[in-house]
C-alpha cells in the first residue's frame, strides 16, 4: 500500500508498524446484510467456511458473532501454517471443505490475497467490492454486497 504512494520502508520496520497497529482497541462491525444473507445461503443447503489471515481472533469473532451455527469450518494460519496468498492455505480449506474443486465457490475481498490464488488453483471465484476498490476488474465476477452474492448463487443454483 506504501510503496503506490511512493513510500519505501524495509520488513522489519514495517512489522513494527504492524505490531503497534494490532495493539489498538477497536471493535469488529458487520455489515448490515451480512447475518440475513449467510442464513439465507446455508438454507440453500450450501456450506461454508472462512479462510483468514487472522489467527486466534478469528475464532473469537466466529463466536461473538455467532457464527458457529452457520460456518462449517474455519482455516486460519495456525491450522494450515501459511497465509494468504500462498495457495497452501487454500489447499487446506479444500482438505476440509470434503467436496470436488469444482464444487467450491470462494469468494473474497482482495484481488492479490484471495481471488488471484484461488483461480491459480483452479477454483471459480467472485470478488466482494463493497467500495469499487477494484472497478474495472474482469477476470471473475464481482459484488458489491452480500444480497448480490445471495442473488448470485441462487442465481447460479437455478442454471445447474
Known amino acids: 500500500m506504501l510503496q503506490g504512494d511512493d513510500i519505501y520502508i524495509n520488513l522489519d520496520e514495517a512489522g513494527n508498524i504492524w ?3 494490532a495493539k489498538q482497541n477497536y471493535e469488529m462491525v458487520l455489515f448490515g446484510d451480512v ?4 442464513h439465507e445461503i446455508k438454507n440453500q443447503g450450501l456450506a461454508m467456511g472462512i479462510v483468514t489471515n487472522m489467527s486466534g481472533t478469528a ?3 466466529t ?4 457464527f458457529e451455527d452457520i ?11 501459511f497465509f494468504k496468498p500462498d495457495y497452501r492455505i487454500f489447499q487446506t480449506a479444500l482438505d476440509a471443505a470434503k467436496v470436488g474443486i469444482d464444487e467450491i465457490l470462494y469468494v473474497g475481498d482482495q484481488v492479490t490475497n484471495d481471488v488471484e490464488p484461488t483461480m491459480a488453483l483452479g477454483i ?5 467490492d463493497r467500495y469499487d476498490n477494484f472497478s474495472g476488474y474482469v477476470e471473475c465476477p464481482v459484488v458489491k454486497t452480500m444480497d448480490e452474492l445471495n442473488l448470485y448463487l441462487i442465481n447460479l443454483k437455478r442454471e445447474q
Open 19 to 21: 505490531n503497534e497497529v
Open 35 to 38: 447475518k440475513k444473507n449467510l
Open 59 to 61: 475464532r473469537q469473532l
Open 63 to 66: 463466536e461473538n458473532f455467532f
Open 71 to 81: 460456518i462449517d469450518f474455519l482455516i486460519t494460519p495456525q491450522d494450515s501454517g
Open 124 to 128: 471459480k471465484s467472485i470478488l466482494m
